[in-house]
């Protein structure tokens, strides 16, 4: 069985910091990307970040270069989101989400993020 299942999220201030894991199983972790996604009330999910194991290239949205740093650990199969100086506009929920070979996705539950101005 497929499993994503994020933690992490929680309240925290304008400025402070949180980080989000995401742990993986059920999938070959290496042969696929792994990303964060994040939806805010009333908007669409984007794209925050992700990492390719494939040519170890990682990806991250405009809105959060130089504050977020995504990071795996692959014996453990899981990827982490590290957000520093978090904005109220930060606030979402992120999603983890698992691109592989012949458009397979997976997706976990997500984990609300909440930062207060």
């Known amino acids: 069985e497929v499993q994503l299942v994020e933690s992490g999220g929680g309240l925290v201030q304008a400025g402070g910091s949180l980080r989000l894991s995401c742990a993986t199983s059920?999938?070959?972790?290496?042969?696929?990307?792994i990303g964060w996604f994040r939806q805010a009330p009333g908007k669409e999910r984007e794209g925050v970040s992700s990492?390719?194991?494939?040519?170890?290239?990682?990806y991250y949205a405009d809105s959060v270069k130089g504050r977020f740093t995504i990071s795996s650990d692959n014996v453990k199969k899981s990827v982490y989101l590290q957000m520093n100086s978090l904005k109220p506009e930060d606030t979402a929920v992120y999603y983890c989400?698992?691109?592989?070979?012949?458009?397979?996705?997976?997706w976990g539950k997500g984990t609300l993020v909440t930062v207060s101005s």
């Open positions: 990492i390719n194991f494939s040519d170890g290239s990682t």
């Open positions: 059920g999938f070959s972790f290496d042969d696929y990307a």
């Open positions: 989400n698992a691109a592989g070979p012949y458009g397979i996705t997976y």
